[in-house]
């Protein structure tokens, strides 16, 4: 890791010096109006080589504000130490504090001047990983258990405001303050789309660090929405169901409806009536012999398990229509895993009707990634010059063509489907299982880690254990890494 001095940046070979280790630190003593924007100039510099120019500002602000804090953080112990006030001494603290803020806005050029003198120091370090940025600034000046209430309590008051200007107002009637710069920090993370995970201030015992993360993916929800808009409006163009698919959807509406009748009705669509058939032999019903009538295989599947196939081939037929290539072939093969393995993970632990509600949905979980894999050329190319007028990272393109966001493109075809709940709860939840709202949590757990297994043995992308929600692994028995490798090892073996 290469250092450089605040005072002696030359910006091409801190550049090269990046590009090398992608570990750089900067050390000030001071922080005068010049060393600030040259720390603004670096931030600058890293962004624009990270592809982030887009939030540089908002980012900019919270790194002025923490280095800010930290050169205030040292002058206060150079105050405390010279008048010897015991930093320690909740009391003292008190009384110390009320003398310096006077003394600090006064003598404020004089306390930099100390500085530089003195043994505090300022050390940022900008790293750049795998799959994040970090910002790390250190001071050599540790916090005290009183600074940690005072953070403590601004990161709470923090939490109460949806908007700047709220915080202002509130901030401008409390003569004592309440955190002006962390409440606005905080609220500039939500504008991000991030959280206070994202920031995070580390006591130690002879130093402290404040730590800002931003992930590579990061897109700020102004422009994800855009985009998002966008796309939806291409869903708004997608058809409806065939007309003889609502049909029988409509006659499955009526709790009295006859087999007969409702298998005439079927049996002009061969494809459907094949899917009926096969899906009435599959091991979900265990009857011990094959059935070829389609009245017979309506009986056994029964008029809730018809529902569903008629909604999974209903959305296969109108993305096949509309849409072509090798990747969608890919996701609905992937799909059909997903379902295999959410049959085997549930099929000991819930009743038969569940377990056909699972098995669709593991169908059907993916329909988001379907539109976004099948996206036209036209669209892209639309996307493409929105992306320059709206000052959006073009490499977002390719995020949304790999399925970035499917969960929300998913539920708006649901919507437009008439799905029921339960199958639209799992195509908006299934890679966040917490977020549900079923009251039972059977069908989005199953579906939620079949689709995980299925990553693993189709695409070869693997989960780590200790990544997987912890509710599902109690529902599940998956008490350590061993138990989950045996798992995968088991399905693999029952699916393939």
Known sequence: MTCYKISNINEKQLIDDFNKDFHICVFTKRLTAIEEEAHSRILNIFFKEIGKEFIFEYINYMYR?????????????????????????????????????TNYINNYS?????????????????????????????????IVDEEKEIIRLKMINAREFNSIEDAIEMVSENKEGAGLGIIISVLMLKKLGLSEKNYVIKPMADKTQAELTIPLSLVTIEQK???????????????????????????????????????????????????????????????GKTTSNLTDAIKIIGINGIKNIVFSYGMESVI?????????????????????????????????????????????HNIGMLVLMGINEELLVKINELCHQKNI????????????NHELIGFE???????????????????????????????????????IIA???????????????????????????????KLITDLQEATV
Request: some cysteine.
């Open 65 to 101: 504000e923490i280095i800010n804090n930290a050169i205030k953080a040292n002058i206060k112990r150079l105050y405390f130490d010279k008048n010897k006030i015991d930093i320690n001494n909740e009391k003292s603290y008190s009384d110390g504090m009320a003398r310096f803020k």
């Open 110 to 142: 004089s306390f930099q001047d100390t500085l530089e003198q003195s043994a505090f120091y300022v050390k940022t370090t900008f790293k750049l990983n795998e799959d994040s940025f970090t910002i790390n600034v250190e001071n050599n000046t540790p």
């Open 225 to 287: 929405n855009i985009l998002n808009n966008y796309i939806i409006s291409e869903i708004k163009e997608i058809p409806d169901f065939p007309e003889h698919i609502k049909n029988i959807q409509e006659q499955l509406k009526d709790p009295m409806v006859n087999f007969k009748t409702l298998s005439l009705k079927i049996i002009k669509d061969v494809s459907l009536t094949g899917k009926i058939i096969k899906f009435s032999n599959s091991a979900i019903f265990s009857t």
């Open 320 to 364: 096949n229509q509309r849409y072509k290539g090798k990747k969608l072939q890919e996701i609905f093969d992937y799909s059909e895993l997903v379902a295999r393995i959410s049959f085997h993970l549930a099929k000991n632990i819930t009743s038969k009707d569940i377990l056909e509600n699972i098995y669709v949905g593991g169908l059907l």
């Open 393 to 404: 990272p073009i490499r977002i393109i390719e995020e949304l063509t790999n399925g970035q």
């Open 413 to 451: 075809l649901a919507k437009k489907w008439n799905f029921p709940d339960e199958l639209t709860d799992v195509i908006c939840n299934h890679h966040t299982p917490a977020a549900s709202t079923s009251k039972d949590p059977t069908m989005i757990n199953t579906i939620y880690l079949a689709d």
């Open 455 to 485: 990553l693993w043995l189709f695409f070869g992308i693997s989960t780590p254990f200790g990544s997987v929600d912890e509710n599902v692994k109690k529902m599940f028995n998956l008490s350590d890494e061993l138990h989950y490798n």
